[in-house]
């Protein structure tokens, strides 16, 4: 079925890395990660789950217009009227494939199905041969596979690849699997299912106890030939494998004579766009794309470097798409090197667009002294929101040793102007009491996170809050080179949302 030295990357960033609350996308952002995706070479698209909601369909939709060579892949239950809606969603696409399955460990058929293993294989090899009615690619995946018996899990793939699944997924669902264990179960697998050769094998890990990168590699060891993975690893719970480590873990050990075909220059810049987009912090000491990936602060480690950059980086940081001799932006660059650089993080951008972020970057800086990608990325970032039904005027918070904050707020609300003035705690909370006034409503800020882009005191800082209202959470994004005004636009993004 596959050249066995190439192993296919299955991106599910847009179905998988999308269900993390607070980081969902429209669909033009989607189209915007889709079409990156195609540039970073990723194999196969995994662009929604279509029968969820009208928003998810109708991005499986412009998403198969939109690219032209990646598979696009759609997500389904073993249900009929799942099936039907994803065909209908993929009509566009070049190559689809529908991706349907069921839960075939204990726990799932006694508790989820309340059902048992006999019934959920037939369910399995009828969804497989509907979903074969509609396109010729059908994936199928086990779920909770991790902690399927593995004399049962055998049985199920042998079952669907005679039914005509070309690809069948292996989740370990939970991330509960060791990976000598996980690996064991790939083995078991290519050692007694009939006809695992006209099928190719593919991993889904999680990383609920931080093993979803080694659990896939050890799957691709033992024969597994795709791998889903998304960008930083985002995902449900503690997120899914990182596409970038198993990328470049692949590249780095050649002894391993197995490739990806990824083009790894665009990692970094994809890895910027969808934490951005999704307004989602990569941490600092994140592998391959963190900010301090590429850093060295211990003394023996710098003289290293210096002498040789092999004695501790095991990997180019150009390779990954970080160039140390990019273009310093500043107040007296143009439009030409504002749109470059943009273009070299994954935004592609022209027209009135252009020149509204090109305002903002001049106003940003007067400020600074150099404009870094991070702070690229907030502009085009808060460029997308300036069309918000409330927005503030004007805000002037004080504080200081031996004096109550205070702080006054004008906020244009629909094109009328509201005044009001607090005291708090600091000049954030006094902000925050001063916003209360205006908007008479009962929202509770349960979490609140303030994460700097980079090092100096003229840097620009995000925040990310989550506030409560009505029974509902509500997440909202700020940024700026003032913390007061971070804050306070993040909690005006939770109330426009509301």
């Not at 023996?300 to 210096?306: A, E």
């Amino acid at each position: 079925m596959t050249d066995n030295n190439r192993v296919y990357i299955f991106d599910t960033t847009l179905r998988d890395g999308e269900q993390v609350p607070g980081c969902q996308l429209n669909t033009v952002e989607k189209i915007q990660v889709a079409k990156a995706l195609e540039e970073l070479g990723v194999d196969v698209i995994e662009a929604g789950f279509p029968i969820s909601s009208p928003g998810d369909f109708q991005s499986v939709v412009e998403i198969s217009k939109a690219v032209t060579w990646p598979t696009i892949c759609a997500l389904t239950r073993a249900v009929e009227k799942d099936i039907d809606v994803a065909a209908e969603a993929l009509k566009y696409a070049k190559r689809g494939r529908i991706h349907t399955g069921i839960g075939t460990s204990d726990y799932h058929i006694q508790y989820k199905f309340n059902s048992n293993r006999e019934e959920i294989l037939e369910r399995a090899v009828r969804a497989v041969k509907y979903a074969k009615k509609h396109v010729e690619d059908v994936e199928f995946y086990a779920e909770d596979a991790g902690r399927t018996d593995n004399e049962y899990l055998a049985r199920v793939v042998e079952a669907v690849i005679k039914a005509g699944a070309t690809v069948v997924n292996i989740p370990d669902t939970t991330g509960y699997c060791l990976p000598e264990e996980f690996g064991a179960k790939i083995q078991y697998l290519f050692d007694h299912v009939d006809g695992i050769e006209n099928a190719i094998i593919s991993t889904h890990c999680h990383n609920d106890l931080g093993m979803a990168t080694a659990n896939t590699l050890e799957g691709i060891r033992h024969g597994a030939r795709q791998c889903e993975v998304t960008l930083n690893g985002i995902g449900e719970r503690a997120g899914n494998t990182s596409l970038e480590e198993v990328v470049m873990i692949l590249k780095s050990h050649k002894e391993l004579g197995l490739d990806t075909h990824i083009n790894t220059r665009r990692l970094y810049p994809c890895s910027r766009m969808v934490s951005n987009l999704m307004n989602m912090p990569v941490q600092p000491n994140k592998a391959i794309v963190g900010k301090n990936a590429f850093a060295h602060s211990s003394g023996i480690h710098q003289d290293g470097v210096l002498k040789n950059v092999q004695t501790y980086e095991i990997i180019d940081p150009q390779d990954v798409g970080i160039d140390h001799n990019s273009i310093v932006l500043t107040a007296r660059s143009g439009h030409a090197a504002l749109k470059h650089r943009l273009e070299i993080l994954g935004v592609k951008v022209d027209g009135e667009r252009l020149d509204r972020i090109y305002q903002e970057f001049l106003r940003l800086a007067d400020k600074k002294k150099e404009i870094h990608d991070d702070d690229i990325l907030l502009l085009s970032g808060a460029e997308r929101t300036s069309d918000r039904h409330i927005k503030v005027d004007w805000l002037q918070a004080t504080s200081g040793i031996g004096m109550k904050p205070v702080a006054s707020i004008c906020l244009d609300i629909a094109g009328e102007k509201f005044e009001a003035a607090a005291t708090g705690n600091g000049p954030v909370d006094a902000s925050i009491n001063a916003l209360r006034q205006i908007i008479k409503r009962q929202v509770t800020i349960n979490e609140f996170t303030i994460q700097g882009v980079s090092k100096g005191a003229d840097d620009n800082c995000k925040v990310h809050m989550q506030v409560e209202a009505d029974g509902r959470i509500y997440y909202g994004f700020g940024a700026s080179t003032d913390i007061v005004t971070a804050s306070v636009d993040a909690y005006i993004d939770c109330i426009n949302k509301i």
